[in-house]
Every structure is written in C-alpha cells, then in structure tokens.
C-alpha cells in the first residue's frame, strides 16, 4: 500500500528488530498450520475443486468446457443437475459447488464486437485481461475491482464493485446480455428487449442459466494519477467523505490494533507515465501478522510498535493506464466478509467494526477496505435503490474466521447493510426478501426460466428459500 522498504527487513518483517534477535524473529514469521485439504480425488474418482481462500469444495460429477454458445446450449440440456457456472473461484460462499456439473467458459473469451462505445464481450474473458484488449481501441471500463483475477461472468454474477462514489459497479455498465437457459433457449435482453429478464439477469448469482456474452459501456482509456498515503485512522475518518467527494476513485484501509489507516486516490491526469512499483501488501501483512504473534497480547504495545515500524513509510505516486492502476495483486489468501450499507452508516459501522475487533480478537490482522460505490437498479444489485459505502473484512485463510459471523456481521445487519453476494454471510430466504424490494420478483423470473431447478445448489436453494 505504501512504500516501507526502509521499514521492514529480511523477507519484510521488521518486527524482528523492535523485539530482538533470531529467536523473535522465528516466533514473527512462524504461522499456524495450513488448513486440512479435502482428498484430491473422492471414493467415486472425482477430481477436486476448491475456489481459491480454500473454504469451499466440492467433486463435481462433469467439468464442461464449451467453445461456443452452440455447446454450452447442448450441454445445458443433458448435464446432471445442480449446474454451475464457474469462474476464478474468487467467491467465498458457496455458489459453485455442485455433486452435479461445473460449467468453465474460459473456451469463450474475448471481445466479439462494438456498438458505438459499447464493447460486446464473452463472459468467460478475465478481467485482467480484458483491460488491454479494451486499450488496444482507446477504450476502458469506467471501474474494476481489487482483484482482477474473476471472470467477467462471475464478476456480474455476484455484483462485483470497484470504488468511487459516482461510479457504478460493473453490471450497472451492462446494457444488453445472452443469456443461455437450462433448456437451451437463447434469449437476448436489455432495457427494451426481455426487460424482466435483464434487471434479474445482471446480477443473478448464476441461478438462471449461464450468460454468454454482454454488452458494456466503456470510456476512453485515460491515464490516472495514483496516490497512496498513511494517516490516523481518526483522520482517516474525518476526511473520508470529502475525499469520495473529490476523487474519480477513493478508497482507505483501516489497519486494526495500529491507530492507521492507508488511502488510495485516482485522478484523471496528463501527467507522464509513472509507472507502478511491485506490490508491497504482502510485506505488510508479514509484519502485521508479525506484530500479532510477537505483541497479541498487548494492545498498547502493538500500536506503540506499529507506529514505529510505519514512521519511515513515504507515500506513493504512480502515472499510467487505469486498468493497469486500478486492481491489486492479493497473493496472501484470506477469506472475507462484506457488507455494503447506507451511506450515512458506512463510517459508524467501520468505527464500531474496528473497535470491536480490537476489544475481542487480538488475532487478527488483515486491513478492514473501506469503498464507496454509486446506484444501479439491477433487482439483486446491493446498491438498487441509492448509493452505498462498503466495508470488507479479511482474516488469514489459516486463522479462524468465525469471528466475522458471530462479531462482525450483527453491526453490519444492525446498520442495515446487504451482504455481497460472493462473500460470507448468513443471510437466507425472508431476511433478504426484507432488504431487497424486487426479491419476488426474481423469483418469478427465475422460476420462469428453470422451473425444474437446475441451476440450484444446495447453497443457493437455501439462499433462495426454497429448502
């Protein structure tokens, strides 16, 4: 997040030196064991899939490729049910396991074609590699995500958002879509075509069959100025809205049990390339999770040593391309939980949020990502209705997570937040027909579409309340 290499040492842990010596240093770095992995292969020689934190699993009984929409059609048909689409496995909740089939449609990727501005683009493309095909004709997306590992499909799929308070997440940029049924029916919808069918489609958690292709807004491929700076997290939070108000892109982290908190901006600019240096996140996380092991037990010393650690650090500037600025390299895994919540809530929950992790969960360590992301009137779209601020909860994919249930997840709902789809919550059936004012009518659609249920995991049945 900002430049610390002055601060840290030997493999980005500088904690070793504020505790003294080798045998410190051992303790700082030692970690606790990886989870348990499921059997590569289960007693009916299925293969293994794991989405990426770990957390979810499963054997599925086909794997289908297809190559085109005449196959993926075909396949729909005649493949064992439940059938799921499925992406980079970025998801942390259980929308992709199936003992059924698991759809990939890496084999349909690419842009097939423009209207105007509006690229037409195959939902198995990457979002990372969406972005230079888009610049080779001068063009972008308005926004992308933290992480640009997902499948454009997955991305719609589960609402996926980037930040800045008048910018949309990236299904509130879709104006027509594919989409292919589990009996095979192709139906083509946008606002005027289909319009039922589009408002549930755009963000519909795979439930209704499988998107093929959608059309997208795009915007010229403008460089942006990026800046990234360390501040108390009291100044963090008396600033935050002036800066949503102010720059295209904000964001900040708020690093618990250190006082701090990390911002990031984005400006459109004519400045001259800059380049982006590597990603230091994962040195800081090494000396969070450093600082946990060595000083858990104290609070006061923990900050005392965080604020010492980070005092060199220097903030960071970087010119260039914004798909190229924009998302982040996570190679520490974790899992997450995220709520988007009402504007005028978003800071109280952040505050409330951080206090309490500092009061009851010394073990954790990861920063609490704090965004801001304009309206769209997608039925299933957390942020249908007005604008919403987010805020993301991480723990160490070795570390319990529990925590994010039982702690965390009371405020959110206490500040009437919506759970992003692809992250873990609790909430099912009745609870978010409360929350969401066209659940019914999804519904409606979704029976309408799959009436025998195909497209249902045991996860989303129960989502769904309809087991």
Known sequence: MISRRGALVAGGTGVAVLAGGAAAYKVATGDKPEP?????????????????????????????????????????KTAPAPI?????????????????ALVSLDAMSG???????EAIVRTGTRLGALGPMLAEKGRALPNLPDINKQSLGGALGTATHGTGATIRALHGDVTGLRLITPSGQMIDADAKNNPEVFQAARVSLGSLGVISQVRIK???????????????????????????????NFEFFAVP???????ISHDETDEPVAPRGPDQDTELLEALRGLRNLLGFSTPLRKAAAK????????????????????????VRFNEMEFHLPVENQLKALAEVVRTIEKERPDVFFPIEARRIAPDEAWLSPFQGGPRGSVAVHAYYRDD????????????????????WGKLHTLRGQQLQVIYPRWNDFLAVRRELD??????????KGLFGLS
Do not use: C
């Not at 689409?85 to 992709?96: E, I, N, R």
């Not at 049990?257 to 911002?263: D, E, I, Q, R």
């Open 308 to 331: 010492a650690l980070l005092s060199t650090a220097k903030p960071e500037t970087a010119v260039d391309e914004g798909w190229k600025l924009l998302s982040t390299e996570r190679p």
């Open 111 to 117: 842009i097939v074609g423009w209207e105007g501005d």
């Open 36 to 76: 348990p992995s499921p059997a590569s292969v289960n007693a009916d020689g299925k293969l293994l899939w794991r989405n990426w934190s770990g957390v979810q699993h499963a054997y599925p009984a086909e794997r289908l490729a297809p190559k085109d929409e005449a196959e993926l059609a075909a396949a729909l």
């Open 401 to 420: 997570f529990s925590f994010l249930y039982e702690l965390v997840e009371p405020i959110f709902r206490r500040y009437d937040g919506r759970p992003h």
């Open 451 to 460: 009436p025998e249920g195909r497209m249902l995991n045991p996860y989303l």
């Open 257 to 263: 049990f250190t006082g701090l908190a990390a911002n």
């Open 218 to 248: 795009t915007s010229a491929n403008r460089r942006l100025r990026r800046h990234v700076w360390l501040e108390s997290f009291d100044e963090a939070l008396a600033n935050a809205e002036a800066r949503w108000a102010k720059h295209r």
């Open 84 to 100: 799921r689409p499925v992406g980079a496995g970025h998801s942390f909740t259980a929308l992709a396991p199936t003992s059924g």
